[in-house]
Every structure is written in C-alpha cells, then in structure tokens.
C-alpha cells in the first residue's frame, strides 16, 4: 500500500514531465472543448425543430466526421513525423514535411469540399431512418461539406505545430471556430442581420464559415513562434520523398478514422432499427460523452509529442514514462468525470435537451459508459502512444479486429436480438472501450515500439 501511495504522489509532484505534460495537453483540452461545442451548439441551437432535427444532425454529424476522418488521420502523421525530427534535431527536415503538408491538405480538402455536397443526399437516403430525418439531414450536410477544405487545412498546421510542442495555437484557433459557429448559428439558422432562416441547414453553413474563422488564426501563431525558421532555403515546392513519408506514417491512422467513422455510421443504421427517438438519443449522448473524450486526446497528444520528440533523441525510458504518466493522469480526469455521469447524468442531459423522453432514454446509457472511463482513458491515450512510436499499422489493425468482429456485432446482439434498446447497443460499445484499452496496455508494455521507426 506504501508503494501504491508513493507511486501517486511521483505521479504528481510538479515534476518537469508532469509539466511538459500538463504544458502540452491543457490547451489540447480547451481546443478540443471549443470543437466539441461547435456539434453541441448545432444540436441546441436547432432543437427547437424537435426530435427529428436532432436526430439530423446526429447522423448527418456522423457522416461528415466520416467523410473527413480519413483526412484527419494525415495529420496525426504529420504530428508524429514532426516530433520524431524534432527530438532528431533536423529543422531542414521539419520544413520540408511543412510544405508538402500545405499542397497535400490544400489537394484533398479542395476534393472533399467539391464531393461532399454531391453525395449529401444520396447518403443520407441510403442510411437515414425516413424521409423526413433524410431529407433535414442532407440539408445539413450539404452545407456542412462546402467548408470541409478549411478544416482539413487547419487539422493539419494543428498537427504540425503540436508535433513541435506548440499546442496553445490549436487552443486559440479552435476557440475562435466555436464563437464564430454561435455566431454564425445566430445569424443563418434564425434569420438575422438580413439573413433568411435557414433552420437546420443555416447550422451546417455556419460550422461551414466558423472553419474558415478557425483557419485564419494558424498563419499568426506561424509568426508568433517564429517557425518561419524551419523553412529557411528549402523549396518551396513539395517534396516527393516526404509526400511518400506522411503517407505511409499518416494512412493507417487515417484508414483508421474512417473504418471507425464507418463503423459509427452503421452503429446509427442500427439505432433506426429502434426508433427516431433512439437516434435523437445516441445525438444527445456523443454530444454529451464528446466533454469526456476531451482528457484522453488530449493527453493522448501530449503523449505523441513527448514521446515522438524523445525516440529522436534515442531517450527510450523517457518515451515510455511518458505515455504511462499521460495516461495515468488522463485517467484520473476521466474518471472525475465518469462519476459525474453516474450521479449528475440527469441533469448534465437537461443541458443539452429537455424534451423527457429523451433524458429518460439517455441516462441509463451516460450512466453505463461513466463506470468505463479510465479504461477509455487508457485506451485513447495509449493507443496515441503506439501511433507515435511507429506501430500505426498494429493499432489499425487492433481498431478495425474489435470494432467490426466485437462493437457491432455486440451492439446488434444486444439491441436489436435480445431487444436491449438503446442501452442494449450502448452495450457494445463498452466491451469495445474495455478490449481496446486492455488490448494497448498490453503491447505497449511488452516495449515492441522500441523497434519502430518512421
């Protein structure tokens, strides 16, 4: 027992790790606490059309972060190839994977603004539960795509500047998007300063503009650390060699993102077996539940950061130190907060809707998945940990194995065959977080990412 309190108190004594540590992830957490009111914001500010518009805007949410989940994998690549040359002390290199970066995102986020008001409807037709929900839901997501570009752009300077440690820029920019999403909400989705009321489509255009707002701040926090730096005498062309790098280090993460995004997707189908109403649910729930994911990515970023900058450097114990120290600390948040689920859930939920119904459908799940958060924290942070090693494949692998053998299957079984509702299908999705968590503790333990390499 001496040795288990000596360990807390190590844990948390004003340590320099536990300050890199909290140096790093804070403002991840605030930043990452701005996006997450950008979905929570949408789903009040349009609750007034009811159940079926915030159904809506959950599936059409889903989709979306679908569509670009993929993308966003390349900037956990550009984080983790930034911090490894970091830690190297190779500032040439650190340019050169800047500017390939910028061509790369500008390519792909042009792609995804262009294609995803195309497909907007015939995707909400193919997953939405009826036609009405259908119907809003493309509306949403018409609008929400055109600003894709920005997003894309501005996840991967988020990615390149938290690979050098710099994480309060992500902080301010995405602080910026969630006042210029209520904002913009306030003006599109009920008519203001001349504007015609759009309803639930107003919300998708103005999350659309709120990216473009969040963008706009990159290029000052780029001045402000002088990273004008590591891109002195290179060319300004992008570099062959380091579009093959971020694509190897940045696609398994990114296939990752979108077959679990896909997964999601078909995880909604499985509530329209239920009702409407299941999926208003599960909306209010992933808005609800987004506050307590924001510890473990955070920490999770902060782990990749320290951990990528010290395999540079060939400081292997510290690599390993630091993911555990990232990870205990992100479980003790999580957990705080998974109680607060337990015992506070009613009215946590009565923030976001009061429609009773609802609350009475998603208290017994925030309640279920509040008891699995410190595996959760685990998981997400250690899991970031094996990416910035070099072991993205091995967490692809592990993510696409449990989420398409485990979670849906589970999900189905216990929702829909043995009629368990919407608690039912939540189910799934705890045995999920539970053999994830297991799963990475388990191999990063075994220190088979020392060999990694990117």
Same mark, same amino acid.
């Given at each position: 027992? @001496? !040795?288990?309190?000596?360990?807390?108190?190590?844990?948390?004594?004003?340590?320099?790790?536990?300050?890199?540590?909290?140096?790093?992830?804070?403002?991840?957490?605030?930043?990452?606490?701005?996006?997450?009111?950008?979905?929570?914001? %949408?789903?009040?500010?349009?609750?007034?059309?009811?159940?079926?518009?915030?159904?809506? $805007? &959950?599936?059409?949410?889903?989709?979306?972060?679908?569509?670009?989940?993929?993308?966003?994998?390349?900037?956990?690549?550009?984080?983790?190839?930034?911090?490894?040359?970091?830690?190297?002390?190779?500032? %040439?290199?650190?340019?050169?994977?800047?500017?390939?970066?910028?061509?790369?995102?500008?390519?792909?986020?042009?792609?995804?603004?262009?294609?995803?008001?195309?497909?907007?409807?015939?995707?909400?037709?193919?997953?939405?539960? %009826?036609?009405?929900?259908?119907?809003?839901?493309?509306?949403?997501?018409?609008?929400?795509?055109?600003?894709?570009?920005?997003?894309?752009?501005?996840?991967?300077?988020?990615?390149?500047? @938290?690979?050098?440690?710099?994480?309060?820029?992500?902080?301010?920019? /995405?602080?910026?998007?969630?006042?210029?999403?209520?904002?913009?909400?306030?003006?599109?989705?009920?008519?203001?300063?001349?504007? @015609?009321?759009?309803?639930?489509?107003?919300? &998708?255009?103005?999350?659309?503009?709120?990216?473009?707002?969040?963008?706009?701040?990159?290029?000052?926090?780029?001045?402000?650390?002088? $990273?004008?730096?590591?891109?002195?005498?290179?060319?300004?062309?992008?570099?062959?060699?380091?579009?093959?790098?971020?694509?190897?280090?940045?696609?398994?993460?990114?296939?990752?993102?979108?077959?679990?995004?896909?997964?999601?997707?078909?995880?909604?189908?499985?509530?329209?077996?239920?009702?409407?109403?299941?999926?208003?649910?599960?909306?209010?729930?992933?808005?609800?539940?987004?506050?307590?994911?924001?510890?473990?990515?955070?920490?999770?970023?902060?782990?990749?950061?320290?951990?990528?900058?010290?395999?540079?450097?060939?400081?292997?114990?510290?690599?390993? !130190?630091?993911?555990?120290?990232?990870?205990?600390?992100?479980? !003790?948040?999580?957990?705080?907060?998974?109680?607060?689920?337990?015992?506070?859930?009613?009215?946590?939920?009565?923030?976001?809707?009061? %429609?009773?119904?609802?609350?009475?459908?998603?208290?017994?799940?925030?309640?279920?998945?509040?008891?699995?958060?410190?595996?959760?924290?685990? !998981? /997400?942070?250690?899991?970031?940990?094996?990416?910035?090693?070099? /072991?993205?494949?091995?967490? #692809?692998?592990?993510?696409?194995?449990?989420?398409?053998?485990?979670?849906?299957?589970?999900?189905?079984?216990?929702?829909? $065959?043995?009629?368990?509702?919407?608690?039912?299908?939540?189910?799934?999705?705890?045995?999920?977080?539970?053999?994830?968590?297991?799963? #990475?503790?388990?191999?990063?333990?075994?220190?088979?990412?020392?060999?990694?390499?990117?």
């Amino acid at each position: 027992m @001496d !040795h288990f309190y000596k360990k807390i108190r190590r844990s948390y004594r004003a340590s320099r790790l536990n300050v890199k540590i909290l140096s790093l992830a804070l403002p991840v957490v605030f930043g990452m606490l701005s996006q997450s009111l950008v979905w929570i914001t %949408d789903t009040i500010m349009i609750g007034y059309l009811g159940q079926n518009a915030i159904a809506a $805007v &959950g599936i059409a949410g889903t989709s979306y972060y679908t569509l670009i989940a993929f993308l966003i994998g390349f900037s956990m690549g550009v984080q983790i190839i930034v911090a490894r040359r970091f830690g190297e002390g190779r500032k %040439d290199q650190i340019g050169k994977v800047g500017i390939t970066t910028v061509y790369l995102s500008l390519f792909l986020g042009s792609m995804l603004s262009f294609l995803g008001p195309i497909i907007s409807q015939p995707l909400m037709n193919l997953i939405g539960p %009826d036609i009405t929900v259908n119907s809003l839901a493309s509306e949403y997501l018409f609008f929400r795509s055109i600003g894709s570009g920005f997003y894309f752009l501005g996840f991967c300077f988020r990615g390149f500047l @938290d690979g050098l440690g710099f994480t309060k820029a992500g902080f301010v920019s /995405m602080a910026v998007t969630t006042l210029a999403n209520i904002f913009f909400n306030w003006i599109f989705i009920y008519g203001n300063l001349g504007s @015609d009321a759009m309803g639930i489509g107003g919300a &998708g255009l103005a999350s659309s503009l709120a990216g473009l707002a969040g963008l706009l701040v990159f290029p000052i926090f780029f001045f402000y650390y002088r $990273v004008n730096e590591y891109f002195k005498e290179i060319s300004l062309f992008p570099s062959w060699e380091h579009l093959k790098e971020i694509i190897k280090v940045g696609t398994p993460p990114g296939f990752e993102e979108g077959f679990v995004n896909v997964a999601f997707v078909l995880f909604a189908k499985i509530q329209g077996m239920i009702s409407v109403i299941a999926i208003a649910a599960s909306n209010v729930l992933f808005s609800t539940l987004s506050f307590a994911f924001l510890p473990g990515y955070a920490f999770g970023v902060a782990a990749t950061t320290i951990l990528g900058q010290a395999m540079g450097a060939k400081k292997y114990k510290l690599a390993y !130190h630091s993911a555990f120290r990232s990870a205990f600390i992100s479980a !003790h948040v999580m957990g705080l907060i998974g109680l607060c689920f337990i015992f506070l859930g009613k009215q946590i939920i009565e923030l976001i809707t009061h %429609d009773p119904a609802l609350i009475e459908e998603c208290y017994p799940v925030l309640a279920l998945i509040g008891v699995i958060q410190i595996g959760d924290a685990y !998981h /997400m942070v250690i899991g970031a940990a094996l990416r910035g090693a070099g /072991m993205q494949t091995y967490v #692809f692998r592990i993510y696409i194995l449990l989420t398409y053998l485990l979670m849906l299957p589970s999900a189905y079984l216990f929702g829909i $065959v043995w009629k368990g509702g919407t608690f039912g299908i939540w189910g799934g999705i705890f045995i999920w977080i539970a053999s994830l968590s297991i799963v #990475f503790v388990y191999e990063f333990r075994k220190k088979n990412w020392v060999k990694g390499t990117v």
